[in-house]
């Protein structure tokens, strides 16, 4: 109940009912908090533990295995407190409703580990980054009966030594459909102008860490790259011509150009106001 009290930003009476509503499962009780008014009658419920649930699972029929799978990257902004609960809660609703087989996050706080893992536990993997540090990255792998994911090797975690910022790299081999193995990489690269060679340097780690593997490799994450800034490492960088940008492979739609985007995005207007950039700092490359 403190928790999502905490996290989720509702009251006690409302996390109480959302947990009894939930049968004591902590991501069936987020889907019933949008639907709790505090103006309700909350009656006195007593709260079952998550990890105690009354419910027992039901046995899950094992369903044939799909031929494709899906990826999302997600900077979810763990650093800033502005609507916490209700960009928490949208967190969980996405992944849930999407079912993404790989889910890459940045910028993931301590607090928030926890409670993903409760909501998301019973169906994902999860190997978390530097978690010493303020902020760190997440690789989620989806692990139900009718993932395309039939076997998930050992992580490994690449720290960038020049870092000022804490940045580093995750990387999973999955095998897909006891066929094809696949590595899934993110991270969060160095961040703002001034640091250009820095995250530079970041990307063409990333890029020997890809072809390093052998095999085929997807990396997603918030690069924080400008456009002639990843220009600048594809074209000299020696495994460069084996890089593929996904937004570019689908088409470059400028509708789905930017992902940092002031003129839509408004998310981040008090803190910045006038400022209408836009650009593309989230990429997914393959090789």
């Not at 997807?218 to 020696?238: A, C, M, S, W």
Request: negative net charge; contains cysteine; proline residues 4%.
């Amino acid at each position: 109940i403190q928790w999502l009290v905490t996290v989720v930003g509702c009251s006690e009476g409302v996390a109480r009912r959302a947990l009894y509503l939930g049968g004591g499962d902590i991501s069936e009780a987020i889907d019933h908090i949008d639907n709790i008014k505090e103006t309700d009658d909350v009656e006195e419920v007593t709260a079952v533990s998550p990890r105690e649930s009354t419910q027992s699972p039901s046995k899950k029929a094992r369903r044939e295995r799909p031929t494709e799978l899906t990826v999302l990257s997600w900077n979810i902004d763990g650093l800033c407190n502005r609507s916490i609960g209700d960009r928490f809660r949208a967190v969980i609703r996405e992944i849930k409703q999407r079912k993404p087989t790989i889910v890459m996050l940045q910028e993931v706080v301590e607090a928030h580990v926890s409670p993903i893992i409760d909501c998301l536990g019973g169906t994902y993997r999860f190997y978390l980054g530097d978690t010493q540090a303020p902020y760190f990255n997440a690789l989620l792998v989806y692990s139900g009966d009718d993932s395309p994911v039939t076997k998930i090797g050992a992580e490994s975690l690449h720290t960038f030594p020049s870092s000022t910022m804490y940045r580093h790299l995750i990387s999973v081999p999955c095998t897909v459909n006891d066929d094809v193995t696949v590595h899934f990489m993110t991270s969060h690269l160095e961040s703002l102008g001034p640091n250009r060679e820095e995250r530079e340097n970041q990307l063409q780690q990333v890029l020997e860490k890809m072809a390093a593997t052998g095999c085929c490799t997807v990396f997603g994450g918030d690069t924080n790259l400008r456009d002639k800034e990843y220009q600048t490492v594809i074209k000299k960088h020696p495994t460069g011509s084996t890089i593929k940008d996904v937004w570019e492979e689908c088409g470059s739609d400028g509708k789905t150009r930017y992902t940092w985007d002031m003129v839509h995005n408004t998310n981040l207007r008090e803190s910045a106001p006038g400022n209408r950039a836009r650009l593309r700092f989230d990429r997914m490359l393959f090789r």
